[in-house]
């Protein structure tokens, strides 16, 4: 039995894209008969007073304590500091654990601290790249585009996906971004983002007390449920709501979830004189999410087109067609690698309030194509993008690097 120790910049209990698709690998590479080892950075938030081992769900993980000198209070090198404190913990279950797998996860500080233990025990280290993190920090607002920060995450990215031994990401786009850095084609394997089939269901069963609850009985629903970042162009969607509504006048949108940008959307709706036709939930619970889908009738993803979104291929429209729900957005790299125009769903011009709206009129319009979405939308996750089958690429680039 192979053991592969999974580097994680964060996991459950905290719920998150990036948490939801490590507990799947976990979950697979068990099915596949891997033993699997877990530590997390300090940007899981381990303080001094926190658990060095944590079980959650039956996975056990090692935590990594922030660390207290001076070094971890000043900023841009306080990320330095993250390396260090992890390659320190990194040994020390090294030297405790037969391991033959190093398989660090973004962002490029796992790869840092993986690869200078990789050296030292002489195992082969994995790495993958899911995001461009760079580019999340300047929407985000903590970097901006070419500044010291921006510039020496990309430059210490470069520096691992060049070192590692392999590389894994999520997307085609992902993918394109490395080659330009000059990573070798045959070196990038791409698992795809998927989601648990059998965890959706396809019923639509209304919860018809939160539907009242709502305001949304008698109504066609547009929604949209997940977090509230600036690229995921909410504000559009809003922009484009008082258009739709000339053409279909009986709908309201449910907005589902929070985030940095929930104020200001609930200015713009106050502003266009739409509190009546739009519907802000808060966060709700993960366990909850289920019965606001089963409200909606169009989910819609508005992302804006930037290098965040061009490259890195979301969840959420995965979740969405597993329910087999209808599915438009916009037309950005990420969702292109997903979303089949006219087949498994609908794609708008990015930025385009006004081709949103349209788009979307001519969804509703045309209920009886319905059906034919959300069986086309179902089938490509049970044949393309399911875990199962995506988790089991690692074993090729594993058997491969253990050969050697």
Same mark, same amino acid.
């Given at each position: ?32 008969? /891997?033993?699997?080892? !877990? ?11 926190? &658990?060095?081992?944590? %079980? ?5 993980? /090692?935590?990594?304590?922030?660390? =207290? ?17 992890? &390659?320190? #913990?990194?040994?020390?279950?090294? =030297? ?29 280290? $994995? ?22 920060? /921006? @510039?020496? =995450? ?5 520096? $691992?996906?060049? #070192? ?24 990038? %394997? ?10 959706? %269901? ?18 066609? $629903? ?23 509504? %000339? ?22 709706? *106050? ?6 036709? $739009? ?6 619970? !993960? ?17 804006? =087109? ?42 708008? &011009? ?23 979405? @959300? ?28 050969? *050697?």
């Amino acid at each position: 039995m192979k053991t592969i120790l999974h580097l994680f910049d964060h996991s459950i209990p905290l719920h998150s894209g990036y948490t939801f698709r490590s507990l799947a690998i976990l979950r697979e590479q068990h099915k596949l008969g /891997y033993r699997t080892l !877990h530590l997390t950075t300090p940007k899981h938030h381990a303080k001094p007073k926190d &658990k060095l081992e944590e %079980t959650v769900d039956g996975y056990h993980f /090692y935590r990594t304590q922030a660390g =207290s000198n001076l070094l971890a209070k000043l900023p841009i090198l306080n990320q330095w500091d993250v390396v260090l404190a992890t &390659k320190k #913990r990194l040994n020390a279950i090294l =030297s405790q654990h037969k391991v033959d797998i190093l398989h660090a996860h973004s962002p490029c500080l796992n790869g840092m601290a993986a690869l200078q233990a990789g050296k030292k025990f002489n195992i082969p280290v $994995v790495y993958e790249m899911r995001a461009a993190w760079e580019d999340a920090a300047v929407d985000h607002g903590t970097c901006k585009q070419g500044d010291l920060r /921006y @510039r020496l =995450s990309r430059a210490l990215e470069s520096y $691992v996906l060049k #070192r590692a031994d392999a590389i894994t990401t999520i997307c085609q786009g992902l993918k394109q971004d490395m080659m330009i850095r000059g990573i070798e084609d045959e070196k990038i %394997t791409i698992i795809p983002n998927a989601v648990d089939s059998e965890n959706f %269901t396809l019923d639509n069963n209304i919860d018809k007390s939160l539907q009242t609850e709502l305001g949304l009985s008698g109504y066609t $629903v547009l929604g949209f449920i997940g977090s509230f970042y600036a690229y995921e162009g909410l504000a559009l969607l809003i922009k484009a709501l008082p258009t739709i509504l %000339t053409q279909q006048p009986n709908t309201k949108l449910l907005l589902v979830g929070g985030g940095f940008e929930e104020q200001n959307l609930q200015q713009q709706v *106050k502003q266009l004189n739409l509190e009546k036709q $739009v519907v802000f939930t808060g966060r709700v619970p !993960h366990q909850q999410v289920q019965r606001y889908y089963n409200l909606v009738d169009l989910l819609v993803y508005p992302r804006l =087109s930037m290098r965040l979104t061009d490259l890195v291929t979301p969840l959420k429209p995965l979740e969405a067609m597993a329910q087999g729900r209808l599915v438009l957005a916009s037309d950005v790299g990420g969702h292109q690698e997903l979303i089949k125009e006219g087949q498994n769903g609908k794609l708008f &011009k990015a930025g385009d309030a006004q081709d949103l709206a349209n788009k979307a009129i001519d969804f509703l319009k045309h209920s009886e194509q319905w059906p034919d979405y @959300r069986k086309n939308g179902r089938r490509f996750i049970e044949t393309e993008r399911n875990w199962s089958k995506s988790v089991s690429y690692y074993q090729d680039i594993y058997k491969s690097l253990l050969e *050697k």
